[in-house]
């Protein structure tokens, strides 16, 4: 340890000493309930999420699994759509290698 960590240890040790002389035993009775207080009701919370986590095993065991359900089927980036273009209204060439169709409606 370095002289600055331990004079720092040193004044931090004093003045907790000095902090707990000065404290009025009532206050700390009041503190120490309170902190008990504090700890029942963290031990209510824990049985509360306890039981959340159990009720969460039960549902989940009880739902299909995931196998059963039917999954979306993959895309084919190569796949090639015909579309039929009858009369529509064409730009460009008829017999170009990629056509573009844009669906709208006008009213």
């Known amino acids: 340890?370095?002289?600055?960590?331990?004079?720092a240890s040193a004044v931090v040790a004093m003045l907790a000493l000095y902090v707990?002389?000065?404290v009025d035993p009532q206050e700390v009775t009041e503190m120490k309930s309170r902190v008990d207080?504090?700890?029942a009701q963290q031990k209510d919370v824990l049985a509360k999420l306890?039981?959340?986590a159990k009720g969460?095993?039960?549902?989940?065991?009880k739902a299909p699994a995931a196998a059963a359900r039917p999954s979306k089927p993959a895309e084919d980036p190569n796949k090639v759509y015909e579309i039929p273009v009858?009369?529509?209204y064409v730009k460009g060439a008829k017999d170009a290698s990629v056509t573009i169709v844009e669906f709208s409606d006008f009213q």
Do not use: P
Request: with cysteine; glycine share 8%; aromatic share 0%.
């Open 50 to 52: 306890d039981t959340l």
């Open 20 to 22: 707990t002389a000065c």
């Open 86 to 88: 009858g009369n529509s």
């Open 56 to 61: 969460q095993k039960q549902i989940l065991a």
């Open 1 to 7: 340890m370095g002289k600055t960590t331990r004079a």
């Open 37 to 39: 207080e504090i700890q």
